[in-house]
């Protein structure tokens, strides 16, 4: 299994930012997949996941509305558009399977300055 993510940076309070994550090793098309984040010194969280059909998302409430989590099968490659970023986005960001595999890629750091 590898998961490959990019697409974070610095940004300010209001910017958007789109992530992606590239897997492989994994049966992408057969799995609900999610992203993950974990900010200093706090557990990581799930932010929004996504059925293996794409037609299903759910997110958590702090990113409702500013979020929205999508999938490429033919890519094996999912996204999370993020706008509207906060100073408390700030975390790094995951994507896994859900439930998640023991195997995590190296994430996308997202930094949000006021």
């Known amino acids: 299994v590898q998961l490959v993510e990019s697409g974070g940076g610095l940004v300010q309070a209001g910017d958007s930012l789109r992530l992606s994550c590239v897997a492989s090793?994994?049966?992408?098309?057969?799995?609900?997949m999610a992203w993950y984040r974990q900010a200093p010194e706090k557990q990581r969280e799930l932010v929004a996941s996504?059925?293996?059909?794409?037609?299903?998302?759910n997110y958590a409430g702090s990113v409702k509305g500013r979020f929205t989590i999508s999938r490429d099968n033919a890519k094996n490659t999912m996204y999370l558009q993020m706008n509207g970023l906060k100073l408390e986005d700030t975390a790094v960001y995951y994507c896994n399977a859900v439930p998640p595999s023991s195997t995590w890629g190296q994430g996308t750091q997202v930094t949000v300055s006021s």
């Open positions: 090793g994994i049966t992408f098309r057969a799995k609900t």
């Open positions: 996504v059925s293996n059909g794409g037609r299903v998302t």
